[in-house]
Nanobody, 114 residues
C-alpha cells in the first residue's frame, strides 16, 4: 500500500508563500498525483493535480497562485503556494490516484492569518 507523507505546512501571513512536499514510499511514475484541502466545516476539495504526463489541473480559486510539480525520480510532489489568502486555510492532503483507488497522506495544516 502506498504511503504518502506531507510536510511544509505552517502559519503564514496573508500574501506570503509556503511550499508543501509529499514523499511517497513507492513509485509515483504511473499515477496522477494531487493536493486536496479541507477547511473546517467544509468538504475536501481538489486544489491541484498533475497527471503522469505532466498535465496540470487547478481549482479556479488557486489558479495563478499555486503551482504543482512532480519529481518521479525522487517520488515527490510539491505544491508551491504564493499570494496566500485567509481562505486558503485548511488541512492539505497529498493524494495518489491509480484510476481505481485513492491513497491519502495524513495531512498538513496551513493557516493564513495576520
Amino acid at each position: 500500500q502506498a504511503q504518502l507523507v506531507e510536510s511544509g505546512g505552517g502559519l503564514v501571513q496573508p500574501g506570503g508563500s509556503l511550499r508543501l512536499s509529499c514523499a511517497a514510499s513507492r513509485s509515483i511514475f504511473l499515477y496522477t498525483m494531487g493536493w486536496f484541502r479541507q477547511a473546517p466545516g467544509k468538504q475536501r476539495e481538489l486544489a491541484a493535480k498533475i497527471t503522469r504526463y505532466g498535465i496540470t489541473v487547478y481549482a479556479d480559486s488557486v489558479k495563478g497562485r499555486f503551482t504543482i510539480s512532480r519529481d518521479n525520480a525522487k517520488n515527490t510532489v510539491t505544491l508551491q503556494m504564493n499570494s496566500l489568502k485567509p481562505e486558503d486555510t485548511a488541512v492539505y492532503y497529498c493524494n495518489r490516484n491509480d484510476g481505481i483507488n485513492n491513497y491519502w497522506g495524513q495531512g498538513t495544516q496551513v493557516t493564513v492569518s495576520s
